[in-house]
């Protein structure tokens, strides 16, 4: 029932910026935190940022502290993440996740309250590469 469909990936150089989204349908957006993760080609799961449900309070992985930004719209049903500043190890695939997801390990990312997040709240990601 979870829809969550992100777009806005590409190919940008180093030091280059994007804007991420994610389209969210089939529950009340508005009553839920919102996640990114990434994955990098060969390597595992990474935490990337998480925001709760009215948007007030952010959170941020310490590699990408001070150059992501996470927002979202209720209104629009979509949770962003502006990437500034961008360098060629953020090069990865970019999921959109329903919930606080706050660490993850190699193959599973965990929610707040430590239980494994389910992959049927993630998107299908979206590509970002980062290369001169």
């Known amino acids: 029932e979870v829809q969550l469909v992100e777009s806005g990936g590409g190919l940008v150089q180093p030091g280059g910026s994007l804007r991420l989204s994610c389209a969210a349908s089939?529950?009340?957006?508005?009553?839920?935190?919102m996640s990114w993760v990434r994955q990098a080609p060969g390597k595992g799961l990474e935490w990337v940022s998480a925001?709760?449900?009215?948007?007030?309070?952010?959170y941020y992985a310490d590699s990408v502290k001070g150059r992501f930004t996470i927002s979202r719209d209720n209104a629009k049903s979509t949770l962003y993440l502006q990437l500034n500043s961008l360098k060629t190890e953020d090069t990865a695939m970019y999921y959109c996740?329903?919930?606080?997801?706050?660490?993850?390990?190699?193959?599973?990312?965990?929610?707040?309250?430590?239980?494994?997040?389910?992959?049927?709240?993630w998107g299908q990601g979206t590509q970002v590469t980062v290369s001169s």
């Open positions: 996740a329903k919930g606080s997801i706050r660490y993850c390990s190699s193959d599973y990312c965990y929610t707040e309250d430590s239980s494994p997040s389910d992959f049927g709240d």
């Open positions: 089939g529950f009340t957006f508005s009553s839920y935190a």
């Open positions: 925001i709760n449900s009215g948007g007030g309070s952010t």
